[in-house]
């Protein structure tokens, strides 16, 4: 059996911040596993926002050429996916958000070409969402995780569930918390199992 596909992919502007760390212990918890890891970093990659073309209902394609092209085919390909990302105003941050609105060529590929999405060997395809908060507000991944569900759903991944913390704003701080990367460590361990 070839090893568990990973799919990594940190939303965050703020390279080695908080979203940052915990992705990097669920990749070492996942290939600690057996899973060969791949980890993409939105903010260094080229991805315009959707423009509403609707030509992707046509196709199943994307028309806009940028790092998305490929990205998709990572993004079907994929056993696992690991998604990390901070709250920015309530929500995911505008490079996840831009990714997330550019899978709409694959909901047109599954719900108006009645296509596949998924590209893997038939692996059972389960996600995870990390996210971090500056604030304690009440329901504050609330949206996030609805944006989330939305996205899995669309290109047939799972929703396996999250890593959430609230009350973490400083770059790095995360790494003072008592649990969380052991937790990120064992979530990621979890994800590589079959
Ligand atoms: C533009 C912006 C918007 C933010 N909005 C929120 C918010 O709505 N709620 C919150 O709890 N924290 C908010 N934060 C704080 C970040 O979520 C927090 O600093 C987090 O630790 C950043 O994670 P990172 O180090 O992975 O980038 C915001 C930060 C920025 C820069």
């Known amino acids: 059996m070839p090893s ?20 990097q212990e669920v990749s070492r918890g996942a290939k600690s596993g057996g ?32 790092d998305m092209q490929w990205l998709h085919s990572e993004l079907r390909g994929a056993d696992r996916l690991a998604l990390a ?19 709409q060529a694959l909901w047109a590929l599954k719900y108006v070409l009645r296509l596949p999405v998924a590209t893997n060997d038939g692996r059972e395809r389960r996600g995870l969402f990390i996210s971090v908060g500056g604030r304690r507000s009440t ?23 999250a890593l959430l913390f609230p009350s973490v704003e400083e770059k790095g701080a995360i790494a003072r918390h008592s649990t969380a990367l052991g937790e990120a460590f064992l979530a990621g361990q979890r994800l590589s199992e079959d």
């Open 4 to 23: 568990l596909k990973l799919l990594a992919i940190a939303g965050s502007p703020r390279r080695g911040g908080n979203t940052d760390l915990l992705l």
């Open 35 to 66: 899973a060969a890891v791949k980890t993409v970093f939105l903010s260094e990659l080229s991805i315009a926002p959707c423009q509403h073309c609707d030509r992707c209902l046509e196709t199943g394609r994307c028309a806009i050429e940028d």
């Open 85 to 103: 990302s901070p709250i920015f105003f309530m929500g995911v941050t505008a490079q996840t958000k831009a990714m997330i609105d550019r899978c």
């Open 139 to 161: 329901n504050l991944f609330q949206p996030a995780i609805a944006t989330v569900k939305s996205f899995f759903k669309t290109i047939d991944v799972i929703y396996s569930g």
